[in-house]
């Protein structure tokens, strides 16, 4: 961290605030101002291989930017004072406001209250509104941009290209393209459409959608996918996600996340109508903390280490906590029931027509064959506890309606697991058999024919 500045034009520098790749935050006071600001510095060096056209771009979006604060003046957009451009540094002077981003609230154990999540995104799309309404689209809505205090005050910020000055034209295509954080692009966005206000609306619906169920929509293992699936996939049902959230939530969700520009919100005034109305419904405002007791006793299991804490989550509400005595029969041979079980705390025991097979402790899978048996479902073995037993309890209705990353975690782990135990069983087996056969020759990726003479 280099020395404070004293002073940085005329304003006086109080402390520093944040520092990007290109740009440092400062609050400051002004002489002739009663409230502190934020000033956003900006220091030129062209003497650096390619800085010199990375700064004439730079000013040449600050040099937009000061038109494009004049236009703005909303209580829940930051307000932008100033803008100077010298020779050898540029800087932003802004209201100053104490609040967080919204990026702490986008994880499960973190969700804002209900009410509270709805009242901060309807005062985003009345900014938005008013916003498109002066000619300007933000182009990068994220919840990093959008800052709340403990009151729930409400400012986006980073309006317009200018502010984003810690970010280079090679490296990111916001400059380019006039696109934002590829999470939470619109379809028309990736494509490279023109963008009006509904591109924002757009990114507002993925942050609500964050928000409400502590996951992005679209989710995926590389840009390529991400981008097909936010192209060409439905998001998921937010209120299978989140319990708490009310069925009438999907329909808003599902609107501002629509591929069609036509179906989309028009406008953030009918993005705010819609919360609204769901708001109306919502009848306790209470807030329990979550309890992350089970969450981390999953978190331990082997089983579990290959799902993400927001994937762990999920499953946390889709699966039942069950608690049973010694001698409780789990799992019936022969019977339909598809529900599988992992042990937390206890052991079961693994029968087939009256005779032992094996013992399963912490962290293993029970009663897994009937869910995998797509044929009949039928149960292959009985399964009863040993001692009192707690265990995470898996109906597949209820794993089917999971999002595909759950699902398809469930199903390499289980398979896994039965993989490994049929590993040790056939080792077992193998101990009361005869000595193995012993080949003559090994197959390398492929036949090797030898020619034998007559």
């Not at 005329?10 to 440092?24: D, L, W």
């Not at 919204?102 to 209250?113: D, G, I, N, T, V």
């Not at 509104?129 to 009151?151: C, M, S, T």
Request: charged share 30%; proline share 5%; hydrophobic share 40%.
């Amino acid at each position: 961290m280099g020395q404070l500045p004293e002073k940085i034009g005329k304003y006086k520098i109080v402390r520093e605030v944040g520092r990007g790749a290109t740009a440092t935050v400062y609050l400051a006071e002004n002489p002739h101002y009663p409230e502190p600001v934020a000033v956003k510095h900006v220091r030129f060096d062209d003497k650096v291989k390619d800085e010199a056209k990375w700064n004439r771009r730079l000013l040449k979006l600050l040099k937009a930017e000061k038109a494009v604060a004049s236009r703005l003046d909303h209580p829940n957009i930051i307000r932008i004072f100033d803008a100077v451009i010298e020779k050898d540094e540029a800087y932003v002077v802004m209201e100053y406001f104490p609040g967080e981003s919204l990026e702490r609230y986008a994880s499960f154990e973190r969700l804002l209250p209900l009410h509270r999540t709805i009242g901060i995104v309807f005062k985003c799309c009345m900014a938005l509104d008013y916003a498109f309404r002066q000619g300007i689209v933000h182009r990068d809505i994220k919840p990093a941009n959008i800052l709340v205090d403990e009151h729930d005050n409400v400012k986006i910020t980073d309006f317009g290209l200018a502010l984003n000055i810690g970010k280079k034209v090679e490296t990111d295509s916001t400059f380019i393209m006039g696109v934002g954080s590829p999470a939470y692009m619109s379809p028309e966005q990736i494509k490279g459409y023109p963008l009006n206000q509904k591109t924002d609306l757009y990114s507002l619906g993925v942050v609500l959608f964050h928000l409400l169920t502590g996951r992005l929509p679209f989710r995926a293992a590389n840009p390529a996918q991400l981008v097909y699936k936010i192209i060409n996939a439905d998001p998921p049902s937010v209120s299978q996600l989140n319990p708490d959230v009310p069925e009438q939530m999907d329909a808003v969700i599902r609107k501002a996340l629509e591929k069609d520009l036509y179906s989309r919100y028009k406008n953030g005034a009918e993005f705010a109508k819609d919360l609204s109305a769901v708001r109306y419904k919502i009848l306790d405002d209470t807030a329990v903390p979550v309890d992350t007791t089970r969450f981390k006793i999953l978190r331990k299991l082997p089983f579990f280490t290959e799902f993400d804490d927001i994937e762990l989550w999920e499953v946390l509400r889709l699966c039942a906590w069950r608690k049973v005595d010694e001698r409780v029969t789990l799992v019936q041979e022969r019977d339909p029931d598809q529900r599988f079980g992992v042990v937390l705390d206890g052991k079961v025991e693994v029968s087939i027509e009256g005779r032992q097979v094996l013992e399963l402790g912490v962290g293993e899978v029970f009663g897994e064959d009937g869910w995998l048996d797509d044929r009949t479902h039928r149960r292959m073995v009985t399964v009863v506890s040993l001692t009192p037993l707690t265990y995470l309890e898996i109906n597949p209705a209820a794993l089917a309606l999971a999002t595909e990353e759950v699902q398809d975690n469930f199903r390499k782990e289980v398979t896994t697991v039965l993989v490994r135990r049929f590993a040790e069983l056939a080792r077992q087996v193998s101990q009361a058999r005869g000595s193995a056969t012993k080949g003559d020759y090994t197959a390398t990726g492929g036949l090797d024919l030898q020619l034998v003479d007559d």
